[in-house]
């Protein structure tokens, strides 16, 4: 297995019930914090989670990522989702692919924050 598979098979997909405390310990609390009063934030946390739910539950896993799934309606209550969910401020993003694995954008992100997003394993 090469090292990019090994990333992706280790890395956090929307589903995994510690997906958003991943996220949060690259974020904080207060980010978290956030992400739990606005959950219909087309760049939130539980608007991807959801969007993930739907495709599962229409059958279009792999077909369509979370992000075009809230483009398509499929998530009540949330539109303008632009493919990333952000992060403390909207300097770092993530991106969530059509398996599900959630992404880490090194580019935009300060050298602090991508080091701990590789100590939780997320893929650039």
Known sequence: MDFKMFL?????????????????????????KLQQSRQNSAQ??????????????????????????INMDLVPGVRGADGAIYGEGGYTRYRVDRQGVIHFDYGLARKEKQQKAKQEGFPP
């Open 8 to 32: 992706e098979s280790t890395a956090p997909r929307i589903s995994d019930p510690d997906a958003l405390d991943r996220i949060a310990r690259v974020e904080g609390e207060p980010w978290k």
């Open 44 to 69: 939130g946390f539980f608007a991807y989670l959801r969007a993930w739910q739907a495709l599962e539950k229409e059958g279009y896993v792999g077909e369509l990522s979370p992000s075009e799934a």
